[in-house]
């Protein structure tokens, strides 16, 4: 079954095309990185895969049904800087942030809801830190915390965006055995990351982006030299020049009947 | 004091905590100034009610406010997404657009004959007094929309305000929450409009909350001690001002706020300043202590003598004013030196204390010179900043990654490492 798949998917961020026709598909169970250099548009297709950000054309299906109506299926783990850790909570209570549903009435949480959050904290080991403040936890520990909370998503697909930036050993390694849980239970993991080296070994099926696809497959037909020196090798000149033109267009750049 | 005013003082209760709880989310969303725009942008619609409703009752003036409040948040947004402007820039557009064109028409409200003289620039300020026990019936219905929204809807709330993202990555209803939050965050501001006024409202949602946070890290907890503060604060205020003649309420309830808050800001226990300050004092000695507890143990180590008088100790380490004293008189207490008569000796806990400082600090120097490359000579500074925080279970681990050594980089032992080895 095809887990994941990108259709024409373009994507603009603050007005200016960051992902252009982007196009692939992937299998059910495995642990992928989406790599690419700064600004390749990593963090936008995970957030357009999403529905945080509309796609201005193409689209993207999971499990060959459009997000909105597999959500409860899919687990999203955002950029740790993306939100303000002095917020007042608790461990828990961010835990439990992953049991919430649309269905449920105004969000009341149950007991099963409460055991399936403390169940996702063992598993990444935070469980001893459940009713600490998130504003006293280290980096790595916060991380293992926003982990925590799409594992008591239940999902079957798993977006992460660079889970792995600045987090101590410790944490690295709880969060490795945990996909590799995942992929033995035969989950489907997409991940943004950054590091060529590591992503060699954690990875065994990898999307190098370069605002535009450069390779989609497994590790070894994807890293190749070439491919990696057409992903890192710098922008192509022409398509940089016409995102900016785009930038500058007041009108859309494609006609709402183009959407499907 | 008669009935009325037992009536405005209920009144003023009810605006104070319920414009408070609402608050503490748009605390949390950095929302603040929003409050302040909405505020400001009240006053078109109150003065447009009253030429159309032609009376200064709160029930015809308050639908204007919220409909001018509402309109206000519309084009913060509409200005932010269709233009290249950021967001602090349209609220200050808005704010300054909205109230520029309310005092405009509160002119010309004052200027021509609309019957009963008006007194609407009571809203400027606010003047509580002109509450009528009619009007808290509505303050109570807004009250009672406010805090059973916010309980029903409190783990969205929640989970918004932290993570917005997150919210629409798993399906919740986004803009439901985001309509719920704008309503009740221009509810709460309106209904302030009497007793507080437009200029100063957005204090009275803004302050509880900031000074809340510095008590509690739970939002529940936040939530109830911010309402209590909005009330204390709209109560004394109406009140304080009740002393004097003429005297508007909006100033008062924002001194009293002000106060609280700044108490808060200094006296809080633990993220207060005189708590941070004390902390910080509390360290220094206990840096200074463990430093000249290293003196009387290097003296030692050098075989000098085991007793020092103060002119000795003074030789070998400088000491500011009356600091010898004091750290003397800490470590006498703790039972970490004895004396006897003018000269000063290691007990036998202040010798393990004084040892302990010394093989972390020697440890540190060592950990340093060989996993951080760093040359022999260059280690002694960090190490002397280092001793002085690291926990026994860290110091375990520096030990353990080390092997257990028993000499630092200049070749001096680092005592007590046998006694530590498992």
Redesign the interface.
Known sequence: MIAFEAHNLTVSYDKQPVLWDIDFEIPEGKLVGIIGPNGSGKTTLI?AA???LEADSGFVKIFEKSP?EI??R?G?V?QRQ???WD????VM??TM??R???GKL????SKADREIAVDSLKRVGMYDFRDR?I?ELSGGQQQRVFIA?SLA?QADIYLMDEPFVGIDAASEESILNILREMRSAGKTVIMVHHDLHTALEFFDWVVLLNTRLVAAGSKDEVLTEENLRTAYGGKLNVLSRIADLVKRQEYPLREEDSKE | MGANFTWVMIGCALIGAGASAVGVFSF?R?QALVGDAIAHSLLPGVALAFIIGGEKSIWVLFPGAFIAGWLSILSIEFITKSSKIKPDTAIAIVLTVFFGIGIVMLTHIQQSSYGNQSGLEDFLFGKAAAMLPSDIALFAIVDLVLISSIA?????L??Y???P?????????VRFIQFTLSSLTVLAVASGIQAVGVVLMSALIITPAAAA?FF????SQ?IILAMLIGLVSAVGGVYISSLAFKMPTGPWVVMILSILAISAFVFAPSKGMVSRYNKRKEHQLKVRSENLLKLFFKLEEKGESNHFSRTELLNHRKFEGRDLETILKSLLGKRLLARSQDSFSLTEEGREEATRVVRIHRLWELYLNKRMSIAADHVHHDAEAIEHIITPELEQELLKDLGYPELDPHKQEIPGTKNLKP
Do not use: C, H
């Open positions: 957030k999403m529905g945080i909105d959500r409860e899919m999203y955002p993306s939100v303000d917020f007042p909570a608790t209570d961010i942030m992953g919430y549903r649309k105004f969000g009341r949480l403040q504003s909370r998503q | 949390l950095k029903l809807t409190y783990p969205y929640k989970l305000s932290f993570d993202e997150y919210s629409r990555a798993i399906g919740l209803p946070r509690t890290s739970r939002l936040m």
